[in-house]
């Protein structure tokens, strides 16, 4: 978490209240990258260009566990793309829905473009 912005990471905490991959009640909680921080993530997706990839749309939070294991066993890889696609899904929901000083925050993370 430590380079996730505040406001990505509280949008995140506030969109995954319990954890993404085996559904337990967060209490102590991880935002973990769906694809790295410096990996590519693929065009397709449509997952807009951030610093470090913060972008919501490849950020889960989960359970300390979890994130060991996803660390350790690679459990995530066959699960990225869908992770991704959930993730855009629930930002069209009103209640999920990405706040505009936050697009604002994107856009001036990465030199002002729409």
Not at 39 to 56: A, F
Not at 78 to 86: D, P, S, Y
Not at 106 to 112: C, D, L, P, V
Request: proline share 7%; hydrophobic share 30%.
């Amino acid at each position: 978490m430590k380079d996730i912005p505040k406001e990505i990471r509280d949008y995140v905490t506030h969109r995954d209240k319990v954890c993404r991959m085996c559904g337990k009640r967060l209490t102590d909680s991880h935002v973990h990258h769906v694809y790295g921080r410096y990996s590519c993530i693929p065009d397709c997706l449509g997952v807009p260009p951030t610093p470090n990839n913060n972008h919501p749309f490849n950020l889960i939070r989960v359970c300390p566990i979890c994130h060991m294991e996803i660390h350790i066993s690679g459990m995530m890889a066959g699960l990225r793309e869908a992770f991704v696609k959930c993730n855009k899904e629930l930002a069209e929901i009103e209640i999920y829905w990405i706040p505009e000083d936050l697009e604002k925050f994107f856009r001036s993370k990465i030199g002002g473009r729409n």
